[in-house]
């Protein structure tokens, strides 16, 4: 038992980094998908950054990687093929329109509903591609999919 209150969270895990494909790969396909510490991801190439994310929409489960890059507002987003949700592949934001309901002739403009998607890191050695998972310790709504019985590879341990 420990009474330091130094326990390490459950929800703040460390991992390990895992090797999930060759650069050359994947800037010719663009995305790559990956099972990293028993979590699915997407890993995109768009215009010489990699980003990757859990591969399950925040919204309602839906698979990120058979979806369309659009660049909303100057970021670039990807675009949930089920309802059209737009998230951004350097934060993990979903992105709204908005107006004014008192001025409804003015342009309606991007906001940010925050970051609901979570993101990983992404690195490149010698040629290879690694993923890190976040071990950011808030709660992101994509983690209803991606952990616990929602997720859809199930654990084998
Ligand atoms: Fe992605 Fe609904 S599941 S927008």
Not at 93 to 105: A, R
Request: charged letters at 30%.
């Amino acid at each position: 038992m420990d009474f330091d209150g130094s326990e390490q969270d459950p929800e703040m895990k460390t991992y390990s980094t895992v090797c999930v494909g060759r650069e050359d790969d994947i800037k010719k396909s663009e995305r790559m998908t990956a099972v990293v510490h028993d979590r699915e991801v997407v890993i995109f190439y768009y215009k010489g950054e990699y980003h990757a994310m859990d591969i399950r929409c925040y919204h309602s489960g839906g698979p990120l990687h058979l979806g369309e890059i659009e660049e909303f507002d100057g970021r670039p987003c990807i675009v949930c093929p089920w309802h059209k949700y737009k998230i951004t592949l350097a934060t993990g934001e979903g992105l709204y329109q908005s107006i004014n309901p008192k001025d409804p002739s003015a342009k309606p403009k991007w906001c940010s509903k925050g970051i609901k998607q979570r993101i990983h890191k992404v690195t490149v050695d010698n040629g290879n591609i690694y993923v890190t998972l976040s071990d950011e310790p808030f709660k992101c709504d994509s983690d209803f999919y991606a952990t616990g019985v929602y997720k859809v590879i199930q654990s084998s341990s």
